[in-house]
T-cell receptor, first 113, second 114 residues
Framework: AQTVTQSQPEMSVQEAETVTLSCTYD???????LFWYKQPPSRQMILVIR??????QNATENRFSVNFQKAAKSFSLKISDSQLGDAAMYFC??????????FGKGTKLTVNP | DTGVSQDPRHKITKRGQNVTFRCDPI?????LYWYRQTLGQGPEFLTY????????KSRLLSDRFSAERPKGSFSTLEIQRTEQGDSAMYLC????????????FGPGTRLTVT
């Protein structure tokens, strides 16, 4: 079975500061993908960043980057220069062979002005 | 590309009634997924289709739930004899089947069973 664990139910950050959201996962598959999705209040889920497990290089998308530690099965998200619009629920998700997503419980991020 | 749409956005029903939700994926996306998200939780997989074929169903999908995707386009999710525990957000996502593996989510249908 595949599992995803997000141990931080809530996080807060000051505007323009950096915050890191944690995620650990477990899978027996060798080929998989990891994602961070953002779900703003009352709005739909959108992709923030993806990481292919076979790639050693950490993915980066503008202010968002990941720290992918395959051996430790860890996949954290770093948000730099936080903006008010970054406030949302953030979900870590694992995708295996069937391409269904297994999500963590989420981390609620608050950005303080 | 108008994105994934879902209808209705909100549904309030009485326990025991049947409800049906519709999902229109992005055109030419051959895979379509249904998830359920309860308050304070991440989405949980229910079922998925590749074109019109339903390829996998979660154990969460009891016999009161049925999903279809006729002609491989839109999909419907029906819940019969609704229970209060069915109250949740039902999310639909579609996937083009390319190498990027990104699922595009709809806005969801929020079901409240009273």
């Amino acid at each position: 079975a595949q599992t995803v664990t997000q141990s931080q139910p809530e996080m807060s950050v000051q505007e323009a500061e950096t915050v890191t959201l944690s995620c650990t996962y477990d899978t027996s598959e060798s080929d998989y993908y990891l994602f961070w999705y953002k779900q703003p209040p009352s709005r739909q889920m959108i992709l923030v960043i993806r990481q292919e497990a076979y790639k050693q290089q950490n993915a980066t998308e503008n202010r968002f980057s990941v720290n992918f530690q395959k051996a430790a099965k860890s996949f954290s998200l770093k948000i730099s220069d936080s903006q008010l619009g970054d406030a949302a629920m953030y979900f870590c998700a694992l995708q295996g062979g069937s391409e269904k997503l297994v999500f963590g419980k989420g981390t609620k991020l608050t950005v303080n002005p | 590309d108008t994105g994934v749409s879902q209808d209705p956005r909100h549904k309030i029903t009485k326990r025991g009634q049947n409800v049906t939700f519709r999902c229109d994926p992005i055109s030419e996306h051959n895979r379509l997924y249904w998830y359920r998200q309860t308050l304070g939780q991440g989405p949980e997989f229910l079922t998925y289709f590749q074109n019109e074929a339903q390829l996998e169903k979660s154990r969460l999908l009891s016999d009161r739930f049925s999903a279809e995707r006729p002609k491989g386009s839109f999909s419907t999710l029906e819940i019969q004899r609704t229970e209060q525990g069915d109250s949740a957000m039902y999310l639909c996502a579609s996937l083009p089947g390319d190498e990027l593996h990104e699922q595009y989510f709809g806005p969801g249908t929020r079901l409240t069973v009273t």
